[in-house]
Nanobody
Framework: QVQLVESGGGLVQPGGSLRLSCAASGFDFNGYAMSWYRQAPGKERELVALIGSTYITNYADSVKGRFTISRDKSKNTVYLQMNSLKPEDTAVYYC?????WGQGTQVTVSS
């Protein structure tokens, strides 16, 4: 069955960096767009970044210039490099492929 396993979250100070990973299995990874979403307490889940099967990318305005999404087809893994992190980036980050979601990984930006 489809599995999406996120990792790489944690606590980081403002201005710091983290790299999230999402290991995918159980489907044709090369043929699907992959995306990262996030959900902060009391807020709706929102799209952060998306990468198509042809590597075309799209970002939320709030993260443009700070976050980079990438994918490694040899490892069936999608990444989210997050730089210049802000307290408002604090959320649970989820990986998504079609209608399938990972379990999420917590990112906390705080001094």
């Amino acid at each position: 069955q489809v599995q999406l396993v996120e990792s790489g979250g944690g606590l980081v100070q403002p201005g710091g960096s983290l790299r999230l990973s999402c290991a995918a299995s159980g489907f044709d990874f090369n043929g699907y767009a992959m995306s990262w979403y996030r959900q902060a307490p009391g807020k709706e889940r929102e799209l952060v970044a998306l990468i198509g099967s042809t590597y075309i990318t799209n970002y939320a305005d709030s993260v443009k210039g700070r976050f980079t999404i990438s994918r490694d087809k040899s490892k069936n893994t999608v990444y989210l490099q997050m730089n210049s992190l802000k307290p408002e980036d604090t959320a649970v980050y989820y990986c998504r492929a079609s209608n399938n979601w990972g379990q999420g990984t917590q990112v906390t930006v705080s001094s």
